[in-house]
C-alpha cells in the first residue's frame, strides 16, 4: 500500500513544495524473482520498487532493523532512515486470555493431549504455507498426536487454492478456519501450543509478535526482520524447507526451544518517534 500511494504523494509534495515522508515496509529487490511469481510480473513488480525508491523522499521510517539495511543497500543516505517499530494491541493480545482455551479446543475437536500448533493469516505468495502444509506428514510421523489449525484468509484467491488442493490431494491431517474477527483470534492462539510462521520474508512481523506477546513458543524462519523481532521461547529455522519446519515443531513440542527476554513494541513509543521525525522536517 505504500507503494500504491508513494508517486501521487512525491507529485502533491513537489508542487506544493512540502516535505515528504515514505513509510518502508520491506524492500525486495532481487527477492521478487524468488517467491514463485510468474517472470513477467516479478520483473514489472520490481521495475515499480525500483520507480518509487529512485525518487527522493525527505525522511524514510523503517519498520526494522532489516528494512533500514535494505535501503541503506539501495543508497538512501543513513541521516534519512529512522527506525520505527510498529506497535501491537496488548490489551488484545494479552498472554492472560486462557479461559476459553478448553472451549475453543472441543469445538475445533482437538483432544487435551493432542499437540496443536497453528497458522493465521493470508496465503500471500511470500508467507511460505505451502511448505508448512507440506511439513504435516512429518510432523505427525514424529509427534503422532498433533494437529495443524490453519486460520486462513481466502484472498488472493489463487494461493488459498493451491493449499487447500494440497491439503484435499494428500488427506492432511488440518483443521481449517476461516478468518476470525480480531477479538477472537488472541483466544485460538491461547488454544494452540505453538505458533509456526512460515514466512519467505518479513517487514515486521505482526503475527510472529503478537504470539510472542500471548508467551506462546515460535517456530519462524530465518528470514526479514523475525530474527530480529521473536522473543521469548522459539526456534528458528531456514525457509522454504518442511523438514526443518517439522523438526522446529518437535523441538518446541521437547522443550528443546532458544529463550530471550519478551521485546514490547509499544504504539506509543511508535507514536512519539513518528512526531520526532515529523518535527524535524518542519523545524528545517
Not at 19 to 32: D, F, R, S
Given at each position: 500500500?505504500?507503494?500504491?500511494?508513494?508517486?501521487?504523494?512525491?507529485?502533491?509534495?513537489?508542487?506544493?513544495?512540502?516535505?515528504?515522508?515514505?513509510?518502508?515496509?520491506?524492500?525486495?529487490?532481487?527477492?521478487?524473482?524468488?517467491?514463485?511469481?510468474?517472470?513477467?510480473a516479478?520483473?514489472?513488480?520490481?521495475?515499480?520498487?525500483?520507480?518509487?525508491?529512485s525518487?527522493?523522499?525527505?525522511?524514510?521510517?523503517?519498520?526494522?532493523?532489516?528494512?533500514?539495511?535494505?535501503?541503506?543497500?539501495?543508497?538512501?543516505?543513513?541521516?534519512?532512515?529512522?527506525?520505527?517499530?510498529?506497535?501491537?494491541?496488548?490489551?488484545?493480545?494479552?498472554?492472560?486470555?486462557?479461559?476459553?482455551?478448553?472451549?475453543?479446543?472441543?469445538?475445533?475437536?482437538?483432544?487435551?493431549?493432542?499437540?496443536?500448533?497453528?497458522?493465521?493469516?493470508?496465503?500471500?505468495?511470500?508467507?511460505?504455507?505451502?511448505?508448512?502444509?507440506?511439513?504435516?506428514?512429518?510432523?505427525?510421523k514424529?509427534?503422532?498426536?498433533?494437529?495443524?489449525?490453519?486460520?486462513?484468509?481466502?484472498?488472493?484467491?489463487?494461493?488459498?487454492?493451491?493449499?487447500?488442493?494440497?491439503?484435499?490431494?494428500?488427506?492432511?491431517?488440518?483443521?481449517?478456519?476461516?478468518?476470525?474477527?480480531?477479538?477472537?483470534?488472541?483466544?485460538?492462539?491461547?488454544?494452540?501450543?505453538?505458533?509456526?510462521?512460515?514466512?519467505?520474508?518479513?517487514?515486521?512481523?505482526?503475527?510472529?509478535?503478537?504470539?510472542?506477546?500471548?508467551?506462546?513458543?515460535?517456530?519462524?524462519?530465518?528470514?526479514?526482520?523475525?530474527?530480529?523481532?521473536?522473543?521469548?521461547?522459539?526456534?528458528?529455522?531456514?525457509?522454504?524447507?518442511?523438514?526443518?519446519?517439522?523438526?522446529?515443531?518437535?523441538?518446541?513440542?521437547?522443550?528443546?526451544?532458544?529463550?530471550?527476554?519478551?521485546?514490547?513494541?509499544?504504539?506509543?513509543?511508535?507514536?512519539?518517534?513518528?512526531?520526532?521525525?515529523?518535527?524535524?522536517?518542519?523545524?528545517?
Open positions: 500500500m505504500t507503494y500504491n500511494g508513494a508517486l501521487p504523494a512525491w507529485l502533491a509534495s513537489k508542487i506544493n513544495r512540502k516535505p515528504i515522508v515514505m513509510m518502508a515496509h520491506e524492500v525486495l529487490g532481487k527477492k521478487w524473482y524468488e517467491f514463485g511469481f510468474n517472470p513477467f516479478a520483473i514489472l513488480y520490481r521495475f515499480f520498487e525500483w520507480s518509487v525508491l525518487l527522493k523522499y525527505d525522511a524514510y521510517p523503517c519498520n526494522s532493523k532489516n528494512t533500514m539495511k535494505s535501503l541503506k543497500e539501495w543508497g538512501i543516505p543513513v541521516e534519512k532512515l529512522h527506525l520505527i517499530y510498529p506497535g501491537i494491541d496488548y490489551k488484545l493480545f494479552d498472554y492472560r486470555k486462557e479461559e476459553k482455551r478448553q472451549k475453543i479446543r472441543e469445538r475445533l475437536g482437538v483432544k487435551d493431549n493432542t499437540f496443536l500448533y497453528m497458522y493465521h493469516g493470508r496465503p500471500g505468495m511470500i508467507k511460505g504455507i505451502e511448505y508448512l502444509v507440506r511439513s504435516v506428514p512429518e510432523i505427525k514424529r509427534i503422532p498426536k498433533s494437529r495443524l489449525l490453519l486460520i486462513l484468509a481466502k484472498k488472493p484467491a489463487g494461493k488459498y487454492r493451491e493449499i487447500t488442493e494440497i491439503i484435499q490431494k494428500e488427506d492432511l491431517d488440518v483443521i481449517l478456519v476461516d478468518p476470525l474477527p480480531q477479538e477472537e483470534l488472541p483466544y485460538y492462539i491461547a488454544a494452540s501450543d505453538c505458533v509456526v510462521v512460515p514466512s519467505l520474508n518479513e517487514g515486521f512481523g505482526f503475527t510472529c509478535v503478537e504470539a510472542c506477546a500471548m508467551r506462546k513458543p515460535v517456530v519462524a524462519t530465518n528470514v526479514g526482520s523475525l530474527p530480529e523481532v521473536i522473543s521469548g521461547k522459539y526456534v528458528i529455522v531456514e525457509p522454504k524447507n518442511p523438514e526443518e519446519l517439522a523438526t522446529g515443531v518437535e523441538r518446541i513440542f521437547k522443550g528443546e526451544c532458544n529463550k530471550n527476554d519478551e521485546k514490547r513494541y509499544e504504539w506509543e513509543d511508535t507514536i512519539k518517534k513518528h512526531i520526532v521525525v515529523y518535527t524535524k522536517l518542519l523545524e528545517n
